[in-house]
């Protein structure tokens, strides 16, 4: 256990059962003073063998040649993504998985949920067994083929070392050892037509038998994979990734942090030529300085980005962070920059702490001119009583900011000086650690929120008008709407993140009581995203409130229905479960009282009485049950 991040800590302490009394945890250190909270070998290797051992290989290897309750991804919930076999009494003792036969609709459904019934696990033995024991060109074989395996796999995971909490599935950094044991597989043929050989005494009829009776293992392996294996008639990594672009105005800079709101952009522009007008500005890369270089040059017919760094000023490892000092209570972010960027050794020393890059402040002050912004032709505001004359960065959280954010602060410093003519955003999946204090500046347009000087802003303020547009008329859908086809984990997140964007756009039309277009709004959601590809949840009761609303209440009893019964059958299930499965899922129970409760609550202010009666008790067992017993709600 090597790592101090606090959820890396939390995770260590789950997955090698830690005890804060145990007095073993504590050292004498060598100033005589005791030490807490010290992992010992036996926690090391109970992390080791419980979670990179077992939970980060084995689980993956018995996905490939046993079968799989899921494709959500695991932290270790028993909800999600375990190793299965699909025989019950196997599932129970091999896997500490019971119950199979109960599971609610959403797991049992899934077309993640393979089973294999062991059927290549078996092939694989007998392959190994057969190759080991086929004499001394046998077993120098076997060593060949055991060593490709291992090198690949557990060798991996001694290598790599993970933490905890990892941000997708790492099944594939192991396919190496997979590919190895397939081998194994391929000598199981021959291993039972040795066996049926030695019976039959005929090579011929041993052979034939041998493959009619092997193939059952992947055929069996093809009907339980095929459909979370296909992907035709889907677009969606094509079509959302324009949809970002298509929420921004001309020349605009969105900065973006993963993959998936970074790839399909680079894609809709450099091959399909899409909204090349715009740049996007990737916060991994931006810490580097080749990817400062690309910023600051012309692409296409972005201009480039109003950085004014020097590149010897940031080059090399140079500027690679600034600390913040305290020197005053705040600073003009201009004249801040402008300190940062002196190259005078002055400018570059403090009392105390020598000779370092820093800023005097921890809160920044940006003028803004709001005859300048009504002006602008990228930024939707009529009124200036909306906006505000300074905008405040406050960054008093932090102790020091990184290259990429030093970057982000110089093109805020730019563009604000330069009238607000470029439009500049953050994707709306962009994790709130990058936000630098201005996401009170945020307002939402698609997929995307655009830093504007606003009185009232905040990440759930729309733009209602440009997010309407961008939704209802220039999105387009990869085909969701086509329940034939299948969205895995990763898709069916990114169009959660669509649908939630509906949803505000949808409250802020019912609060100014634009009826006649929230309907618009909730239909043409209800019908894109459909919840037979993406399941209803809590955001969706918005889509249930809007239709009441509305004017048409048979059709959110419709939602609150399917909403109220997929959470009764989970909850059902999850409190059947024993005491430490029930404990990996509080999170899940937690979310999902909540959704039945609000449910609920939908259903008696708007007199649905039939909903109401069927799950108001039920939905107090679940609560009462959760909180007295496994204290959920703490």
Excluded at 85 to 101: A, E, H, K, R, Y
Excluded at 118 to 130: S, V
Excluded at 147 to 169: D, H, K, S, W
Excluded at 240 to 246: E, K, V
Aim: net charge negative; glycine share 6%.
């Amino acid at each position: 256990m090597y790592s101090n991040q606090p959820n890396h800590v939390r995770g260590y302490k789950e997955w090698c059962n830690w005890d804060e009394k145990d007095p073993g945890h504590n050292v004498i250190g060598k100033d005589g003073k005791a030490i807490k909270g010290v992992p010992t070998f036996a926690d090391n290797m109970a992390y080791f063998f419980r979670y990179q051992v077992n939970f980060m290989y084995w689980r993956y290897f018995m996905w490939n040649f046993s079968g799989r309750e899921s494709d959500e991804q695991s932290y270790g919930a028993v909800d999600c993504g375990r190793a299965i076999c699909g025989i019950p009494v196997l599932d129970n003792i091999l896997f500490d998985v019971p119950n199979q036969s109960s599971l609610p609709s959403a797991i049992a459904n899934n077309k993640g949920h393979n089973v294999f019934y062991m059927l290549p696990l078996l092939l694989g033995i007998i392959g190994l067994l057969y190759q080991a024991f086929a004499g001394r060109e046998g077993i120098q074989g076997f060593w060949v083929v055991f060593f490709l395996f291992f090198m690949t796999g557990l060798a991996i995971v001694i290598y790599l070392n993970q933490p905890p909490y990892q941000p997708r599935e790492r099944d594939y950094a192991y396919a190496g050892s997979f590919y190895a044991f397939a081998i194994w597989i391929g000598m199981g043929v021959a291993g039972v037509a040795s066996a049926i050989e030695r019976v039959l005494k005929n090579q011929r009829l041993a052979g034939a038998l041998a493959a009619i009776i092997c193939l059952l293992v992947p055929v069996q392996m093809v009907s339980q994979t095929w459909d979370d294996h296909d992907r035709s008639g889907r677009y969606t990594a094509r079509d959302f990734g324009r949809n970002y672009l298509s929420s921004l105005e001309p020349n605009a800079i969105i900065f973006t942090n993963g993959d998936n709101d970074t790839f399909p952009l680079w894609y809709a522009q450099e091959v399909e030529g899409y909204r090349t007008d715009c740049r996007v500005c990737n916060l991994s890369y931006l810490q580097t300085d080749w990817y400062i270089n690309q910023m600051k040059s012309q692409a296409y017919e972005s201009e480039p980005l109003p950085i004014e760094l020097r590149r010897d000023q940031y080059a090399h490892d140079k500027l690679n962070y600034a600390h913040l000092v305290e020197r005053v209570p705040q600073a003009d972010l201009h004249a801040a920059m402008d300190f940062l960027y002196k190259d005078d050794p002055k400018y570059k020393t403090l009392p105390n702490y020598g000779k370092l890059d820093y800023l005097p402040a921890k809160k920044f002050t940006v003028k803004v001119n709001p005859e300048e912004v009504l002006a602008s032709p990228c930024i939707n505001v009529n009124d200036s009583s909306e906006l505000i004359d300074t905008m405040v960065i406050d960054l008093s959280g932090k102790n020091y900011i990184t290259k990429n954010e030093i970057a982000v602060l110089a093109m805020i410093d730019g563009i604000s000086r330069t009238g607000w003519k470029r439009p500049i955003y953050f994707a709306t999946t962009v994790g709130r650690e990058m936000y630098l204090g201005l996401d009170k500046y945020f307002r939402l347009c698609g997929l995307a929120y655009q830093i504007v000087p606003l009185a009232n802003g905040g990440t759930s303020t729309p733009d209602i008008d440009k997010s309407y547009d961008n939704l209802m008329n220039k999105f387009i859908w990869g085909n969701i709407q086509d329940t034939t086809i299948y969205l895995d984990e990763n898709n069916r997140r990114m169009c959660r993140t669509q649908r939630m964007m509906f949803c505000t756009l949808i409250e802020q039309l019912l609060n100014i009581g634009d009826t006649e277009r929230a309907l618009k709004a909730t239909e043409f959601c209800d019908k894109t995203i459909p919840s037979a590809n993406v399941p209803y949840d809590y955001t969706s009761l918005t889509l249930a409130q809007s239709y009441i609303l509305c004017g048409k209440p048979d059709e959110g009893k419709r939602i609150l229905a399917d909403v109220l019964h997929s959470t009764h059958e989970y909850l059902t299930w999850a409190f059947a479960q024993k005491d430490s499965h029930i404990y990996s899922l509080t999170s899940s129970i937690h979310d999902k009282v909540l959704t039945m409760r609000d449910a609920v609550h939908i259903a008696e202010r708007h007199k649905l009485e039939d909903l109401v009666n069927e799950y108001d008790e039920e939905m107090k067992d679940f609560f009462s049950v959760a909180y007295t017993k496994y204290k959920v709600f703490k």
